[in-house]
């Protein structure tokens, strides 16, 4: 077994070099709803990748962008394969943003950059370990296969054909998937599933152009039609009251409620975080973790229709609407029946003009906890960091589990990583802070050692 | 009495002139919201009312554009005044304009540009018939006072300081208002009162900043507390539900009632021309006219939260949301009375968090249709105009009359003028028809002569 001080000599002593990776992966602008800096991505992937003994190659379907493949032959049957995505969030709004998005800076020991907690942080982290390890414990008992997406942050639309097309090369015993969190007081967070998401778009058009306003009293109006299709779908108390909506939802076992019970979440600095007043619906305690884990969310991501500038006056009937709606799902609920539920309840609420787009469906996933890589993560979190780690059976966002764990049947466990609730994922300031990401350099060379050994 | 006929030949006969001094005004970009070519199109006012012998002055308050004032003496004690407006709406969505804004183009027998039918075509026309007037007619047998705003487009907020700070200057007998119409068929329409206008602008913010959606679970949401907010002030059925917004209408007396009812209005031509498959509320007939004047509405000029590309995802709770509203009252509600009712009702309904901003409060107006002015109009429109001439007690749309006709005691008339409901007001590819300018031109020459004879 490898001295865990030794790991953290090794990663002090180097950390430049770690820090340096990681500045030139969030460099390149690799914004997937955009389509920007994608070769550039994958070929500085393919290098560093190529860099440790891997055989990188490059899958695709129609229309997809390439996911890569990097195979790193060792000793033994076992294989693990280690998920990440090279794809970020777009900018906007930019003017937010204290230092330019794609040229990562240092400021009060973060690194402020789009991508730098979600996910390029864990990746290049995974990437560097396994440099560590290397050096500090040699060839590899277990062959890996680095299998990185380009689309998870518009949500792996092609993602689930990939894993169904590359079944036999991707076939694999167990799954590090994209990396957990550490909470606002720095305790390690992992995470055995995830929320499904289904992302739509919908459009109201009442008129073939926007008119003046005066003539609302008797002309149609797209906003108020779309505004009410939208409200219909929740109750005040934020209840979604789609018919049928919850019928797929399993009760979660005793196990995973004690389990989500345990989960220290401080409230107030999460709140503060925020600059909230309050939780949705005044939750506190064990009611507010249960519900956030267990609960299914409807969400609007985005609303628009007519005039925007603020503090002047336009005095228009506009023609359309848009709105586009996120909906977190738990496990059972199936993406695509509920897309299916919505339009229905639209339909029967007055609501039928209105054109549904599905953009992404992806439904939830939970894997067992007590599987090799699952124990190594787990036994090696509690010796490494100072804090206590909370296992999550599912976490609250989403991510394309379902393919692999469901799909390809390989079991996932998503061990500590990069972010925190503060690092603005999604939003401008993405940050990391530098010790979270050089602690999880090290940490991953301790768990690929103990499932090594395991 | 001046022979119509001399009229027609004349400016047939110099249609060029007027069409030329229309395109002038419109290449100037006096966008009120924007506080573009204000100088520039007051300055070339200035300088054609003078052509026609007026004293211009310039009247303004604290933080007003200025407003014009242009005398042109005549014998008699009697003193018409001409309103109308220099300013014009913003052009966005520019995109959607076939050819520029303000490069006006004449296409289809139709004179596309910004302001061409609201309100520059008028307020030309009416310039170009004045020197017809002195042509053809004579020295003027009364006074007439150009009173030219310039922020009619953006609220009128500071014209009712402006007529009461300049009440004696503006002091006068009758008052010529922005033009009426021609409906799709051509029938002119002439109008004696308007709808109020309350523009209100209502924020929401609950967190300091954007997040990932998957925090929706816990994170309250503005996007949903605003949607929620302006869906609590109609019900199902359109009607408004704010309490006490209904107080101050007043019943229309029968008289009113028959005029309305007399009103042609070509259904399927409207629905065809707004590209709309029904009426508000599926009415028709008498019950859709009546429900065109005599109802207040609450429009969503504007709503707008979070992500909004089309087709494209963005997993992302918005820290805040912005609706704009606009209100149109009837005789005698009071716009700033109704301001206070909504900020009671959003209280009352959970929303005191939002954010009211009223951006505009114009009062609704009536005046007699028996004037000097009145009857000139309707006699001499039943003459000039090949169809019968609708009479509006009141329009649907919205004109600051208020501080005249209430406030200054100036009954008003709106006499026919170049806009169709097709022009695209405050639309991309505004415009007027030129016959409908041309006609307009020789009318006003029509009513000034019968005025000055009554």
Redesign the interface.
């Known amino acids: 077994m490898t001295d865990y001080d030794e790991i953290r000599k090794h990663v002090e002593a180097n950390s430049q070099t770690y820090l340096n990776s990681l500045k030139e992966a969030c460099s390149i602008p690799s914004v997937s709803?955009e389509g920007t800096g994608f070769k550039e991505m994958a070929d500085w992937l393919e290098q560093r990748l190529g860099g440790l003994g891997a055989t990188v190659s490059r899958l695709s379907v129609d229309g997809s962008p390439e996911a890569l493949l990097g195979v790193i032959p060792g000793s033994g049957d076992r294989t693990l394969m280690i998920y990440d995505h090279y794809d970020v969030?777009?900018v906007?709004?930019i003017d937010?943003w204290e230092s330019p998005p794609f040229e990562p800076t240092e400021r009060d020991g973060r690194m402020f950059a789009r991508g730098a907690a979600d996910n390029k942080g864990d990746l290049v982290a995974r990437i560097s370990a396994l440099g560590i390890y290397k050096e500090l414990v040699g060839d590899l008992p277990f062959t890996i296969k680095f299998f990185i997406e380009g689309e998870e942050e518009?949500?792996s639309v092609h993602f689930e054909k990939i894993c169904q097309k590359y079944a036999s090369e991707l076939a694999s015993d167990d799954c590090v998937w994209e990396g957990g969190w550490f909470d606002l007081d720095g305790a390690p967070q992992m995470y055995f599933g995830c929320?499904g998401?289904l992302?739509i778009?919908l459009n109201a058009r009442?008129?073939?152009?926007?008119?003046?306003?005066?003539?609302?009293?008797?002309?149609?109006?797209a906003?108020?039609q779309l505004?009410?299709a939208?409200?219909s779908i929740?109750d005040?108390d934020?209840s979604i009251i789609i018919e049928g909506f919850h019928d797929g939802v399993s009760e979660p076992t005793p196990e995973e409620v004690a389990l989500v019970d345990k989960i220290p979440f401080n409230e107030s600095a999460?709140l503060e975080s925020?600059?909230?007043?309050?939780?949705?619906g005044g939750?506190t305690g064990t009611e507010?973790k249960r519900?956030?884990i267990f609960?299914p969310?409807a969400?609007?991501?985005?609303?628009?229709?007519?005039?925007?500038?603020?503090?002047?006056?336009?005095?228009?009937?506009?023609?359309e609407?848009?709105a586009?709606l996120?909906f977190?799902l738990v496990p059972d609920q199936d993406a695509e029946d509920i897309a299916k539920k919505l339009m229905s309840h639209l339909e029967r609420n007055?609501f039928g003009d209105v054109e549904v787009?599905v953009?992404?469906a992806q439904n939830p996933s939970r894997s067992p906890i007590d599987t090799k890589l699952g124990l190594a993560a787990r036994n090696s979190a509690q010796k490494w960091f100072p804090k206590e780690t909370a296992v999550f059976p599912q976490?609250?966002?989403?991510g394309p589990m379902y393919p692999i764990a469901q799909g390809l049947g390989i079991p996932i466990c998503s061990p500590p990583g990069v972010g925190r609730?503060d690092s603005?994922?999604?939003?401008?300031?993405e940050h990391c802070r530098i010790p979270d990401y050089l602690s999880i350099v090290g940490y991953t060379v301790a768990y690929l050692e103990e499932y090594g050994r395991a």
Chains 1, 2 share one sequence.
Do not use: C
């Open positions: 709803t969030q777009p906007d709004p937010l518009s949500g929320k998401l992302y778009e009442k008129l073939s152009g926007d008119q003046h306003s005066s003539i609302a009293v008797y002309a149609p109006s906003a108020w505004l009410r939208v409200a929740k005040s934020d999460t925020l600059g909230a007043e309050s939780f949705l939750l507010l519900n956030m609960t969310t969400n609007i991501a985005g609303f628009h229709s007519g005039y925007g500038v603020p503090g002047a006056s336009k005095t228009v009937l506009p023609a609407a848009m586009k996120d977190r007055g787009r953009l992404s976490m609250w966002a989403t609730p603005n994922l999604h939003a401008p300031n």
